[in-house]
């Protein structure tokens, strides 16, 4: 971890992010279908419109694709991880 003492930022490395919890946190964000296309490749069925959410590892690691929030808490939840929501 590097702190900058003149703007007084942190910058963390993704290990430092992988830590963070102690392993147990995630987030969950909307993702575009651009974006879950380019996760799962070209054998992704997603219509063009569908709102998607995507959990992730606090180090920024895909853990699912989920059809709604509530389905992407429950994945988080089945994976052992605290989710945030990211906007």
Same mark, same amino acid.
């Given at each position: 971890m590097n702190i900058n003492d003149s703007k007084k930022?942190? #910058?963390l490395t993704a290990q430092d992010l992988a830590l963070l919890g102690e392993g147990a946190l995630g987030y969950i964000k909307e993702i575009e279908v651009q974006e879950a296309k380019r996760l /799962? =490749?070209?054998q992704a069925n997603v219509a063009p419109n569908s709102k998607l959410f995507c959990l992730y590892n606090a180090d920024g690691t895909p853990v699912s694709i989920s059809g709604s929030k509530e389905a992407? /808490? =429950?994945s988080a939840? #089945?994976?052992e991880l605290m989710a945030m929501? /990211?906007?």
């Open positions: 930022t942190v #910058e /799962l =490749g070209d992407a /808490l =429950g939840f #089945e994976h929501s /990211l906007h």
